[in-house]
C-alpha cells in the first residue's frame, strides 16, 4: 500500500512536469514558431505602452533571448527553489514555490493563488456535499420506483439542471434570493471569521452549482441502482432475511456507488482549479475568476499557474480516486 | 389476497384451521404468474407436492420449466424490489403450519433464512464482492439473533469448520473472490445454515462447479442434513445429482408437474414420456460406450403460449396412441400410478408398462 502511494506520487510528478512542459509550450514556443521576437513576446507580459526599459527587464527576468529549456529551467527552478526578479530600479525576491510574476498587476503569482484557493475550496466542497446528497437520493429513490411519479419528476429535474446553464440559474437566483428577497448576502467573509456569514453568502452558488452536478450524478445513481439491484448478491441479501432497507443501502448502494466516485474525483478536482462561470457570476474572488481576470488581460504568468494549479488538483483527485477504490473495491488490487 | 382475485384462482380462500396441512412444506396449486408486455407467463402453473423433515426433494426439469421460480416462490422472493409489483402469485405454500403465500411480507422476511435458507447456483455472483465472507455469515447471523459482533464471528468460523474449511478463522477474513470455487459454495452454504433453517432450498447448487467439487458439495450437503435433519429441496437439471440425494423426485415440464414419486420409482418405473426422455439423454456409466444419448427432440415450450392439451406434445413420440386427439385438447391431470407415484398423462397404464418395458428400457 505504501509503496504503492509512493509509486503513484512519483507518476503524479511525471505527469504534473509533463503538464507544465505542454502549458509551457504554448506560451512559449508556439509563439516563437508563429514568428514573434523575443522582444513582441515581452510585450505581451506588460501593460500598455511599455518602455524598452520595461521590455528590456521582462526579456531578461523570463531568459526570453535564451534558449527554450534554459527558459523551462528557470521556470521549474522557480516553483522549487524561488526566483529573484530584477526590475531595473528595484528586485522583487519571489519565494518557492514560485510560480512566476505578473509585470502586469506588479505581483507575485503564488500569493494570488493561495489567497483565493480558500473561496474555490469552500464553493467546490459545499456543493459537492449538496448534489451528493440530492444526486444521490434522488437517484436511489428513482430506481426503487422505476417509472413512478418521483421517478419521473425527479428525472424531469435533473434534464433541466444539466440543460441550464450557470449563467442563467445563476443569475437567477442571485436576482430573486439576495436582489430582491434579500435573503442571502454577496460578500464573501472567510470561515474563519464568521461562518454563518460564510454559508449565507456562499449557499446561492452552492445550490446553483449542485442543481448543475446532481442531475447528472442522480442520473448515474438511478442506472447504477438499476443494474446493482438485480445482481445475484441483491438476491442472497434478501434470502438472508434483511429488511429491505439495508439491502438497499448496505448492498445495492454501495456498489452501485464505485462507479460514482471516479466521476467525483473528477468533478471536483475540476472544480478546485476554478469554477470560472459560477465566480464570476456570484463575484466570488477565488481561482476561477483569477482566471478569467488573468485571460481577459492577457496576462500569461497568472494563467499559467492557473492552469498548473488545476492540473494538480485533477491528477492529486485521481490518486484520491485510485486509493479510494482500492478500499471500496476489495478486488482492486493496488500492485 | 389481491393477487388470488387477480387471477382467479379458486383457492386462497380465508385459510381454517383444518385446511392446515400435516406435512412440514406444503405446497398446493401453486401459481406464479409474470405479466409482460408480450403476454402473461405462466412459469409455475398448478404446483402441489410435500415434503417432510428429513427428507430431500429433488426438482428436475430443463432451463424454464418453473423450478427456480418454485423455490424464489417459497422463500418470498419475487415480492422483492422494483419488480415485486409485476407478480401474480396464488396457491398456498405451508411451511411448519404457517402459510407463506398470503402473509405480510414482513412475517415472511422473518421466516427467511431462519426457518428457510437457500444456496444459489453461482457462489461467485451470489455473494457480494466488496465484503469478506466472515462478514456476510455474520450478517445473515445476526439478522436473527440479537448478539453481538464477536459470538457472530465465532459462529460463522464454526461453521466454516463444519462445511470444511481449512483454517477457517484465517479464511473468515477471505473476500469471495479469495475462495475457490468449491470453498465459495462451502461458505455459502455455511451461511445458509447459519441459523439452523428447517428447509434448505438449493437451487443448481452444483452446476457452476467443476465435477470431482460437485460430489463433495453433495456429499455434504447429505451430511449436514442427516446432522441437522432439515427438509431439502434440490433444484436441478442433472438427474445425476438427484440420483444420488434425494428421497422423493418431482419432474417439472412448462410450469407443471409431470412425474412425481420416490427415487427408485422415477428411475426404475418412470411412468412420463418426458421422464423418460430426461433418462435416455443422461449419460451413465453403467451404459455401453457406444451408445448414443438419446435427445428429447424440439423446443421447450413458451410459458406464454403453452400447448393446448398436454404441454408436452408437440415433443412426445407418444402423443397420437391416446385416442380422440385427447392430447391436444384436453390437459391431463396428476393421477397416482402407484404407492406416492404420480404422473400427469393421458397414456394408459397398460400403454405406459408396454413402452417403457419394449421400447425405452432396453435403450438406457
Same mark, same amino acid.
Given at each position: 500500500?505504501?509503496?504503492?502511494?509512493?509509486?503513484?506520487?512519483?507518476?503524479?510528478?511525471?505527469? !504534473?512536469?509533463?503538464?507544465?512542459?505542454?502549458?509551457?509550450?504554448?506560451?512559449?514556443?508556439?509563439?516563437?514558431?508563429?514568428?514573434?521576437?523575443?522582444?513582441?513576446?515581452?510585450q505581451q507580459y506588460i501593460g500598455k505602452n511599455p518602455s524598452p526599459e520595461d521590455i528590456a527587464a521582462v526579456k531578461r527576468n523570463l531568459g526570453l533571448d535564451q534558449p527554450v529549456y534554459e527558459q523551462y529551467w528557470n521556470f521549474i527552478k522557480g516553483i522549487v527553489s524561488g526566483a529573484t526578479y530584477d526590475l531595473g530600479p528595484t528586485t522583487v525576491r519571489c519565494d518557492a514555490p514560485c510560480f512566476g510574476y505578473s509585470f502586469k498587476d506588479h505581483l507575485e503569482v503564488w500569493p494570488q493563488l493561495t489567497s483565493r484557493l480558500p473561496v474555490t475550496i469552500s464553493l467546490a466542497s459545499g456543493a459537492a456535499v449538496l448534489w451528493l446528497l440530492g444526486g444521490i437520493t434522488a437517484g436511489v429513490i *428513482?430506481?426503487?420506483?422505476?417509472? *413512478?411519479?418521483?421517478?419521473?419528476?425527479?428525472?424531469?429535474?435533473?434534464?433541466?439542471?444539466?440543460?441550464?446553464?450557470?449563467?442563467?440559474?445563476?443569475?437567477?437566483?442571485? !436576482?430573486?434570493? *439576495?436582489?430582491?428577497?434579500?435573503?442571502?448576502?454577496?460578500?464573501?467573509?472567510?470561515?474563519?471569521?464568521?461562518?454563518?456569514?460564510?454559508?449565507?453568502?456562499?449557499?446561492?452558488?452552492?445550490?446553483?452549482?449542485?442543481?448543475?452536478? *446532481?442531475?447528472?450524478?442522480?442520473?448515474?445513481?438511478?442506472?447504477?441502482?438499476?443494474?446493482?439491484?438485480? +445482481?445475484?448478491?441483491?438476491?442472497?441479501?434478501?434470502?438472508?432475511?434483511?429488511? +429491505?432497507?439495508?439491502?438497499?443501502?448496505?448492498?445495492?448502494?454501495?456498489?452501485?456507488?464505485?462507479?460514482?466516485?471516479?466521476?467525483?474525483?473528477?468533478?471536483?478536482? !475540476?472544480?478546485?482549479?476554478?469554477?470560472?462561470?459560477?465566480?464570476?457570476?456570484?463575484? !466570488?474572488?477565488?481561482?476561477? +475568476?483569477?482566471?478569467?481576470?488573468?485571460?481577459?488581460?492577457?496576462?500569461?504568468?497568472?494563467?499559467?499557474?492557473?492552469?498548473?494549479?488545476?492540473?494538480?488538483?485533477?491528477?492529486?483527485?485521481?490518486?484520491?480516486?485510485?486509493?479510494?477504490?482500492?478500499?471500496?473495491?476489495?478486488?482492486?488490487?493496488?500492485? | 389476497?389481491?393477487?388470488?382475485?387477480?387471477?382467479?384462482?379458486?383457492?386462497?380462500?380465508?385459510?381454517?384451521?383444518?385446511?392446515? =396441512?400435516?406435512?412440514?412444506?406444503?405446497?398446493?396449486?401453486?401459481?406464479?404468474?409474470?405479466?409482460?408486455?408480450?403476454?402473461?407467463?405462466? &412459469?409455475?402453473?398448478?404446483?402441489?407436492?410435500?415434503?417432510?423433515?428429513?427428507?430431500?426433494?429433488?426438482?428436475?426439469?430443463?432451463?424454464?420449466?418453473?423450478?427456480?421460480?418454485?423455490?424464489?416462490?417459497?422463500?418470498?422472493?419475487?415480492?422483492?424490489?422494483?419488480?415485486?409489483?409485476?407478480?401474480?402469485?396464488?396457491?398456498?405454500?405451508?411451511?411448519?403450519?404457517?402459510?407463506?403465500?398470503?402473509?405480510?411480507?414482513?412475517?415472511?422476511?422473518? #421466516?427467511?433464512?431462519?426457518?428457510?435458507?437457500?444456496?444459489?447456483?453461482?457462489?461467485?455472483?451470489?455473494? %457480494?464482492?466488496?465484503?469478506?465472507?466472515? &462478514?456476510?455469515?455474520?450478517?445473515?447471523?445476526?439478522?436473527?439473533?440479537?448478539?453481538?459482533?464477536?459470538?457472530?464471528?465465532?459462529?460463522? /468460523?464454526?461453521?466454516?469448520?463444519?462445511?470444511?474449511?481449512?483454517?477457517?478463522?484465517?479464511?473468515?477474513?477471505?473476500?469471495?473472490?479469495?475462495? &475457490?470455487?468449491?470453498?465459495?459454495?462451502?461458505?455459502? /452454504?455455511?451461511?445458509?445454515?447459519?441459523?439452523?433453517?428447517?428447509?434448505?432450498?438449493?437451487?443448481? =447448487?452444483?452446476?457452476?462447479?467443476?465435477?470431482?467439487?460437485? $460430489?463433495?458439495?453433495?456429499?455434504?450437503?447429505?451430511? #449436514?442434513?442427516?446432522?441437522?435433519?432439515?427438509?431439502?429441496?434440490?433444484?436441478?437439471?442433472?438427474?445425476?445429482?438427484?440420483?444420488? /440425494? $434425494?428421497?422423493?423426485?418431482?419432474?417439472?415440464?412448462?410450469?407443471?408437474?409431470?412425474?412425481?414419486?420416490?427415487?427408485?420409482?422415477?428411475?426404475?418405473?418412470?411412468?412420463?414420456?418426458?421422464?423418460?426422455? #430426461?433418462?435416455?439423454?443422461?449419460?451413465?456409466?453403467?451404459?455401453?460406450?457406444?451408445?448414443?444419448?438419446?435427445?428429447?427432440?424440439?423446443?421447450?415450450?413458451?410459458?406464454?403460449?403453452?400447448?393446448?392439451?398436454?404441454?408436452?406434445?408437440?415433443?412426445?413420440?407418444?402423443?397420437?396412441?391416446?385416442?380422440?386427439?385427447?392430447?391436444?385438447?384436453?390437459?391431463?391431470?396428476?393421477?397416482?400410478?402407484?404407492?406416492?407415484?404420480?404422473? $400427469?398423462? %393421458?397414456?394408459?397404464?397398460?400403454?405406459?408398462?408396454?413402452?417403457?418395458?419394449?421400447? /425405452?428400457?432396453?435403450?438406457?
Amino acid at each position: 500500500m505504501i509503496s504503492y502511494i509512493i509509486r503513484r506520487t512519483i507518476a503524479a510528478v511525471i505527469l !504534473l512536469l509533463v503538464v507544465t512542459a505542454v502549458t509551457f509550450g504554448i506560451f512559449f514556443i508556439l509563439p516563437k514558431l508563429a514568428g514573434q521576437t523575443a522582444d513582441q513576446l515581452a510585450q505581451q507580459y506588460i501593460g500598455k505602452n511599455p518602455s524598452p526599459e520595461d521590455i528590456a527587464a521582462v526579456k531578461r527576468n523570463l531568459g526570453l533571448d535564451q534558449p527554450v529549456y534554459e527558459q523551462y529551467w528557470n521556470f521549474i527552478k522557480g516553483i522549487v527553489s524561488g526566483a529573484t526578479y530584477d526590475l531595473g530600479p528595484t528586485t522583487v525576491r519571489c519565494d518557492a514555490p514560485c510560480f512566476g510574476y505578473s509585470f502586469k498587476d506588479h505581483l507575485e503569482v503564488w500569493p494570488q493563488l493561495t489567497s483565493r484557493l480558500p473561496v474555490t475550496i469552500s464553493l467546490a466542497s459545499g456543493a459537492a456535499v449538496l448534489w451528493l446528497l440530492g444526486g444521490i437520493t434522488a437517484g436511489v429513490i *428513482s430506481a426503487l420506483k422505476p417509472g *413512478s411519479f418521483f421517478d419521473r419528476a425527479a428525472m424531469g429535474v435533473a434534464l433541466a439542471g444539466v440543460s441550464l446553464p450557470m449563467f442563467f440559474t445563476g443569475q437567477l437566483a442571485l !436576482l430573486l434570493f *439576495s436582489y430582491q428577497l434579500e435573503i442571502f448576502g454577496r460578500t464573501y467573509v472567510p470561515f474563519t471569521e464568521n461562518p454563518s456569514q460564510w454559508a449565507n453568502t456562499l449557499f446561492l452558488p452552492w445550490c446553483s452549482l449542485a442543481l448543475l452536478y *446532481s442531475a447528472i450524478y442522480a442520473r448515474l445513481t438511478r442506472s447504477g441502482m438499476l443494474e446493482t439491484m438485480n +445482481e445475484d448478491y441483491i438476491r442472497t441479501a434478501r434470502a438472508k432475511g434483511l429488511r +429491505e432497507r439495508n439491502v438497499v443501502v448496505k448492498h445495492g448502494l454501495r456498489a452501485a456507488l464505485t462507479p460514482l466516485v471516479t466521476v467525483f474525483g473528477m468533478d471536483v478536482g !475540476l472544480l478546485l482549479g476554478g469554477a470560472l462561470i459560477t465566480e464570476t457570476v456570484f463575484s !466570488l474572488h477565488g481561482i476561477g +475568476e483569477y482566471a478569467v481576470q488573468s485571460i481577459s488581460a492577457n496576462d500569461l504568468p497568472p494563467i499559467l499557474g492557473v492552469t498548473l494549479l488545476a492540473a494538480f488538483f485533477v491528477v492529486f483527485m485521481n490518486l484520491v480516486v485510485d486509493l479510494l477504490y482500492a478500499t471500496i473495491d476489495p478486488r482492486v488490487r493496488l500492485s | 389476497m389481491t393477487e388470488l382475485s387477480k387471477t382467479g384462482a379458486a383457492v386462497g380462500e380465508p385459510v381454517r384451521a383444518q385446511d392446515a =396441512p400435516t406435512a412440514f412444506l406444503e405446497v398446493r396449486d401453486l401459481k406464479v404468474h409474470f405479466p409482460t408486455d408480450d403476454g402473461l407467463v405462466k &412459469s409455475v402453473d398448478g404446483l402441489s407436492f410435500q415434503l417432510e423433515k428429513g427428507k430431500t426433494l429433488g426438482i428436475v426439469g430443463e432451463s424454464g420449466s418453473g423450478k427456480s421460480v418454485t423455490s424464489l416462490a417459497i422463500m418470498g422472493l419475487h415480492r422483492l424490489g422494483a419488480r415485486g409489483k409485476n407478480v401474480r402469485m396464488s396457491g398456498e405454500i405451508w411451511l411448519d403450519g404457517k402459510e407463506l403465500v398470503g402473509a405480510d411480507p414482513d412475517e415472511v422476511r422473518r #421466516l427467511r433464512g431462519r426457518d428457510m435458507a437457500m444456496i444459489f447456483q453461482d457462489p461467485l455472483s451470489a455473494m %457480494h464482492p466488496y465484503y469478506k465472507v466472515g &462478514s456476510q455469515i455474520v450478517e445473515a447471523y445476526r439478522v436473527h439473533h440479537d448478539v453481538s459482533k464477536k459470538v457472530a464471528r465465532k459462529r460463522a /468460523i464454526e461453521l466454516l469448520d463444519r462445511v470444511g474449511i481449512p483454517e477457517p478463522d484465517k479464511r473468515v477474513d477471505g473476500y469471495p473472490h479469495e475462495f &475457490s470455487g468449491g470453498m465459495r459454495q462451502r461458505a455459502m /452454504i455455511a451461511m445458509a445454515l447459519v441459523n439452523n433453517p428447517e428447509l434448505l432450498i438449493a437451487d443448481e =447448487p452444483t452446476t457452476a462447479l467443476d465435477v470431482t467439487v460437485q $460430489a463433495q458439495i453433495l456429499d455434504l450437503i447429505r451430511d #449436514l442434513q442427516k446432522e441437522f435433519g432439515s427438509a431439502v429441496v434440490i433444484i436441478t437439471h442433472d438427474l445425476g445429482v438427484v440420483a444420488e /440425494i $434425494a428421497d422423493d423426485i418431482l419432474v417439472m415440464y412448462g410450469g407443471r408437474c409431470v412425474e412425481r414419486g420416490p427415487v427408485d420409482d422415477i428411475f426404475y418405473e418412470p411412468q412420463h414420456p418426458y421422464t423418460w426422455g #430426461l433418462l435416455g439423454s443422461m449419460p451413465r456409466i453403467d451404459r455401453a460406450q457406444t451408445d448414443r444419448l438419446i435427445p428429447v427432440k424440439g423446443q421447450p415450450p413458451s410459458l406464454i403460449n403453452v400447448p393446448s392439451g398436454c404441454a408436452f406434445n408437440p415433443r412426445c413420440p407418444y402423443a397420437d396412441v391416446p385416442k380422440d386427439n385427447i392430447t391436444r385438447t384436453e390437459r391431463p391431470e396428476l393421477r397416482e400410478v402407484g404407492g406416492r407415484h404420480f404422473t $400427469a398423462c %393421458h397414456l394408459s397404464q397398460e400403454d405406459r408398462t408396454r413402452i417403457w418395458t419394449e421400447e /425405452i428400457a432396453p435403450k438406457l
